[in-house]
């Protein structure tokens, strides 16, 4: 069952020539030469390395309200580029109170944190 549609958002070092732009756009990003010089899928390294001016990463908006403050969130303009959230349900039409409770639960929860992750982009002025 979808719950949410998730758009990518940038995440980018204080001082980037991209931070100041309301919003990014997938082409502006490709004008670089780029060298992967570390993997992680730890999610406080990626920040911590875009935060020190290492690189930048992408950032689903559910997470937004999480990204350490010291990292700059840009809209990514990039048509299909998002994630889908979803539940998954048992088979078949019968569906347990328990499994609506918690679709309603995951629904709420989805909606605070895009409000939360909006709020976000407010206050950093985009």
């Known amino acids: 069952m979808p719950l ?5 958002h940038i995440g980018l070092p204080p001082g980037h020539p991209l931070a100041g732009q309301a919003h990014v756009r997938l082409a502006d990003l490709v004008g670089f030469e780029h060298e992967i010089a570390f993997r992680t899928d730890d999610r406080s390294a990626v920040e ?3 935060a020190a001016g290492v ?12 990204v350490r403050p010291d ?5 990514l303009v990039a048509h299909g ?8 349900l048992p088979p078949g ?3 347990p109170p328990a499994a609506t409770a918690m679709i309603d639960l995951l629904g709420g929860i989805c909606r ?4 939360e992750a909006t709020s976000r ?3 950093q002025g985009r």
């Open 112 to 115: 605070t944190l895009q409000a």
């Open 81 to 88: 580029l998002s994630r889908q959230v979803r539940a998954a």
């Open 4 to 8: 949410l549609e998730d758009p990518l």
């Open 55 to 66: 690189g930048v990463a992408l950032f689903p908006l559910l997470t937004l309200p999480a």
């Open 71 to 75: 990292v700059v969130v840009r809209p």
């Open 121 to 123: 982009l407010r206050r």
């Open 93 to 95: 039409a019968y569906r």
């Open 48 to 50: 911590g390395l875009v």
